[in-house]
């Protein structure tokens, strides 16, 4: 997979920017005083909800990055369904002003990609992480281990975008998918590895390191 050439607008974001920007300068241009006020609010929600920056990668081999900005809701030992496994699961909720772009949060290759169909719960809810639409990546890291990273749609997210496959290669912080106007994005590790975030914790994608895994 290319690497994303865009650090600063994510591409998602283009059609939207597009629309609102447009609408915003013609009720500007011809005197629609009110709409015209929308219409930029509306183009600078959209501006900043697609944003997009580069972000700095933090050394050392067994640490797991954040794969979102956000808030962490849960911390806990957890059945993975998608590997059959008791494991660390650590969850972190987007909001509508967080950046939504999701990175890897290891170095490894995806094993698998699995898709699946739900509804749309509020993403904070613990039974959105079965119920809710959700795309999951099975990526086995160069150590062997294996860690489940799953995309969930939200009360307002009606689009999961990922762009790999089985057999491509990631790397830490590496731009692998998005998600539309909020949503919750997964984490399930060997029940070796050590949490080093709390619930209630924000956090930044990449930047942050939200656990470490076993040697």
């Not at 629609?32 to 219409?39: D, G, L, R, W, Y």
């Not at 697609?50 to 794969?67: C, K, S």
């Amino acid at each position: 997979m290319n690497d994303y050439p865009h650090p600063l607008i994510a591409r998602e974001g283009w059609p939207f920017l597009a629309v609102t920007g447009a609408a915003a300068l013609v009720a500007t241009l011809l005197g629609f005083a009110v709409a015209a006020v929308v219409a930029w609010l509306a183009f600078a929600f959209v501006l900043q909800f697609f944003r997009d920056p580069a972000r700095t990668i933090p050394r050392g081999e067994r640490a797991v990055l954040a794969p979102a900005d956000g808030r962490v809701v849960k911390v806990e030992k957890a059945h993975d369904p998608y590997l059959g496994r008791e494991a660390l699961k650590i969850s972190v909720f987007m909001n509508v002003f967080n950046v939504h772009s999701n990175r890897s949060p290891v170095d490894g290759v995806v094993m698998s990609v699995q898709y699946n169909a739900g509804s749309f719960l509020n993403a904070a809810l613990d039974k959105a992480s079965l119920e809710n639409e959700r795309n999951a990546l099975h990526i086995a890291t160069v150590r062997g281990q294996d860690v489940t990273c799953v995309q969930i749609a939200g009360l307002v997210a009606r689009r999961i975008l990922c762009y790999v496959k089985a057999g491509d290669a990631l790397s830490r912080g590496q731009r692998y998918g998005f998600i539309r106007f909020g949503s919750r994005v997964d984490v399930y590790l060997t029940p070796g590895a050590v949490a080093r975030v709390a619930i209630g914790d924000r956090v930044r994608a990449t930047e942050t390191v939200i656990a470490e895994l076993p040697a």
